[in-house]
C-alpha cells in the first residue's frame, strides 16, 4: 500500500468483549483505540516544508525557494553559479532531488537550459563552429512534447509512452507570450516574437517503473534579413521547467497528488530573485555588441515568464513579486491533488487532498488526518504545538 499520499484510512470499530456495556462507553473506548491505534502514513500524514539554500551567489547563504513534501523524504538541492558560461540561462543552475524512504518514489528537477536554431544555413555554420559567442547548445526547435519525446526521455533513460501539450496551461503560455509579443512591438523590436507551450509525459523505465514529465519551453524567434538576402528566423527554445517524478508501476495516481502538493507549495524568494536580476543586469552593461544585450533582454523575458510558472513566495505579499505571482499554481491546479487550508495567522497552502483534518506548526510542517478525534499535540508529545487550520 502506498504510505504516502493515500487517503487515511480509520481503523475498524472493535467489538466490545463487554456486551452489558452502555451504547456510550462503547462509542468512547472505540474513540480511543482508534486515535491509539493512528500510524504514521496511514492514517495521518506528516508534511514539510524544504528549503533551498543559495550557498555559492552571494556573501552569505540565501533561501532561493521552499516546497512541500512528505516530512520523511530525503532531499538534496544544488545552486551553482557559473559567470563565465556562455550560455545565459545556464550561468546560474538549480537542481533537486527527492526519494521517498521506501525508495518507490524519486523526483528529479533538472535546471533550466536553452537550445538555439537558425533556418539560416550561414548563420547556422556559425552557430554550430561556435563563432557566435552567446549561442547555447545548438538543436532545432521543439515544442514541450517534443522537448519530452526526443531529449529529455534518452537524458534520463526512458522511453515515452505518451507526450502532449496540457491545453488548460498552453492557454496560460500562449497569454504569456502574445503579452511579451506586444510589449516587443510597443518597444520598436519588432522582430521580436514569443512562442510558449507546456506538456506532460508519461514514460516508462527499464527497471519497471513508471515516470511523469513536467516541461515548459518559451521560443524567442528573431526574425531579421538574412545572409542570403532572404528572411530568417533564429530560435532561442528556453526549458525553464523539466521535472520528473519517477514512481513504482500502479502508483500514478499518488504520484500526480505528490507532483499537486509539490507545484503548488513551491514559493520564491523575491530577495534571491531580484539580486539575480540584478547580476545579469550587470551582465547586460559591461557586454560588448547589441547583439549581446538583445540576449540579455531575451533571456530577462523568459526567466520572468518561467517564475510566473511557481508561486511568489510564502507570505505573498512582497511588491517586487507581484508581477510574477499570477496564475502560479498552474500545474497544481492542472493536477487537482491538493486542498487549500487556511492556518491560525491566516496564511494559505494546499496540501495533499483526501485528508478532511490539517494541522500546522511554526517549522513549517504540517499534518493531514480523516479522524477528528487525532490530536497530534497529545498524541505524537512534539515541543512546538501543532494548531488546527480551516478549509
Known amino acids: 500500500m502506498n504510505k504516502l499520499?493515500?487517503?487515511?484510512?480509520c481503523v475498524s470499530f472493535l467489538v466490545s468483549c463487554n456486551a452489558q456495556q452502555t451504547s456510550s462507553n462503547k462509542k468512547g473506548?472505540?474513540?480511543?483505540r482508534k486515535v491509539a491505534d493512528m500510524q504514521a502514513g496511514k492514517d495521518y500524514l506528516i508534511l514539510k516544508r524544504f528549503r533551498v539554500i543559495d550557498k555559492q551567489g552571494f556573501n552569505e547563504p540565501i533561501e532561493v525557494s521552499s516546497f512541500v513534501l512528505p516530512a520523511n523524504w530525503q532531499v538534496n538541492s544544488d545552486v551553482r553559479w557559473n559567470a563565465t558560461n556562455k550560455c545565459i540561462p545556464e550561468m546560474v543552475q538549480a537542481s533537486l532531488s527527492a526519494t521517498s524512504p521506501d525508495g518507490e518514489y524519486e523526483l528529479m528537477l533538472l535546471p533550466a537550459t536553452q537550445f538555439d536554431w537558425s533556418d539560416d544555413p550561414v548563420y547556422l555554420d556559425a552557430m554550430q563552429r561556435g563563432f557566435n559567442l552567446h549561442s547555447c547548445h545548438i538543436a532545432p526547435p521543439l515544442d514541450a512534447a517534443g522537448y519530452i519525446r526526443k531529449v529529455l526521455s534518452p537524458n534520463i533513460n526512458a522511453q515515452v509512452q505518451s507526450a502532449?501539450?496540457?491545453n488548460e496551461l498552453q492557454q496560460l503560455m500562449d497569454a504569456g507570450a502574445n503579452q511579451q509579443t506586444q510589449l516587443a512591438r510597443q518597444g520598436g523590436n519588432n522582430a521580436y516574437s514569443f512562442r510558449g507551450s507546456a506538456a506532460e509525459g508519461l514514460l516508462q523505465f527499464n527497471d519497471g517503473k513508471q515516470g511523469l514529465a513536467f516541461c515548459t519551453i518559451m521560443q524567442t524567434i528573431v526574425t531579421l534579413g538574412g545572409t542570403q538576402g532572404q528572411m530568417a528566423n533564429t530560435f532561442q527554445?528556453?526549458?525553464?521547467?523539466r521535472i520528473v517524478i519517477k514512481y513504482k508501476?500502479?502508483?500514478e495516481a499518488a504520484a500526480r497528488k505528490i507532483m499537486s502538493t509539490f507545484f503548488s507549495s513551491t514559493r520564491l524568494n523575491p530577495t534571491w530573485f531580484n539580486g539575480v536580476q540584478q547580476f545579469f543586469s550587470q551582465v547586460t552593461s559591461n557586454a560588448q555588441g547589441q547583439i549581446w544585450k538583445h540576449t540579455q533582454e531575451i533571456r530577462a523575458v523568459q526567466q520572468q515568464m518561467s517564475n510566473n510558472?511557481?508561486?511568489s513566495w510564502e507570505a505573498k505579499?512582497?511588491?517586487?513579486?507581484?508581477?510574477?505571482s499570477k496564475d502560479t499554481d498552474g500545474f497544481g491546479q492542472y493536477?487537482?491533488?491538493v486542498t487549500n487550508w487556511t492556518d491560525a495567522d491566516g496564511n494559505k497552502v494546499e496540501l495533499t487532498s483526501g485528508y478532511s483534518n490539517a494541522w500546522s506548526k511554526g517549522d513549517g510542517s504540517y499534518l493531514v488526518s480523516n479522524n477528528p478525534a487525532f490530536d497530534p499535540n497529545v498524541e505524537l508529545g512534539d515541543t512546538q504545538t501543532w494548531n488546527r487550520m480551516k478549509q
Open 5 to 9: 499520499v493515500v487517503a487515511a484510512i
Open 309 to 311: 510558472i511557481v508561486r
Open 249 to 251: 508501476s500502479g502508483n
Open 29 to 32: 473506548s472505540t474513540t480511543n
Open 335 to 337: 493536477l487537482r491533488g
Open 164 to 166: 502532449n501539450i496540457i
Open 237 to 241: 527554445c528556453y526549458a525553464a521547467m
Open 317 to 324: 505579499s512582497d511588491a517586487s513579486t507581484a508581477a510574477y
